[in-house]
């Protein structure tokens, strides 16, 4: 199983797990061309899981569809879509499991300032991942966990450098601490369950282009876990076989 990111920032999310036989696809906030450029034959397209409404995650959910790709979201994604005419996914309640193909995608609730769904995802190739992207924060404890793909999209040292350097504002700042995951939450969470101890890595998503600095979050996670860890960005991939 492998995983490719094609964009990871407010700028435009998207993620692909490409199996032997079948892809999952992760976000629809960036043009359907990503998406050829890495999966030659899209039929082997089981589906495209969405986090939440904002453009960087959903903005190009209508491309999907009309290319035939069934996108699963939460109803408030399908309430503030204007493309009414194309057919509703099927994800309906946030503790269901759902078998796409041969992936299976539980949802849980994160804590965005509009409702956000985070993924459990398992497949026979790779065991189970945990996808979190947009939340403040994050609590939920599972059996094993064998990768992470989580948020980290801050840290106060950050946050604090660019509010005296004039490049953010308090508001700005608030916003951060109240609607996405800082590396500070990140670590205590990761830190707090057993479940993460035996994952083969960690993958950091969504950083701030103004409140992150990708080079010491990397380090300071992987030094602090003693876990491989990358930052999410154009072009990476990452083998995800257990
Ligand atoms: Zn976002
Ligand atoms: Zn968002």
Redesign the pocket.
């Known amino acids: 199983m492998k995983l490719i990111c094609y964009g990871s920032?407010?700028r435009g999310?998207g993620y692909i797990l490409q199996g032997e036989r079948q892809t999952l696809l992760i976000e629809a906030?960036l043009p359907l061309c990503n998406v050829r450029q890495y999966v030659k034959d899209f039929s082997t397209i089981q589906g495209c899981i969405i986090?939440?409404r904002?453009g960087?995650?959903a903005k190009y959910m209508g491309d999907f569809m009309r290319a035939g790709i069934t996108c699963y979201a939460n109803d408030d994604v399908w309430d503030n879509y204007d493309g009414r005419s194309l057919k509703r996914g099927d994800i309906e309640q946030p503790t269901a499991t759902t078998q796409i193909g041969e992936f299976k995608v539980v949802p849980m609730f994160a804590h965005?300032d509009v409702p956000c769904w985070a993924y459990l995802i398992q497949h026979p190739e790779m065991g189970t991942l945990l996808f979190v992207?947009?939340s403040a924060g994050f609590n939920c404890s599972f059996n094993t966990i064998n990768h992470i793909m989580i948020?980290c999209n801050w840290s106060e040292v950050c946050l604090q450098l660019a509010i005296d350097e004039g490049r953010t504002n308090w508001y700005v700042a608030k916003r951060s601490r109240d609607t996405?995951m800082g590396l500070e939450v990140l670590l205590a969470y990761l830190h707090s369950e057993e479940c993460f101890n035996a994952s083969k890595e960690v993958v950091l998503l969504?950083l701030s282009h103004e409140n992150s600095d990708p080079q010491q979050f990397q380090k300071v996670v992987s030094e602090s876990l003693n876990k491989p860890t990358y930052v999410a960005e154009y072009g990476l991939q990452i083998d995800l076989s257990i």
């Open positions: 920032s407010s999310n906030g986090s939440h904002h960087d995650h965005h992207t947009d948020e996405h969504h």
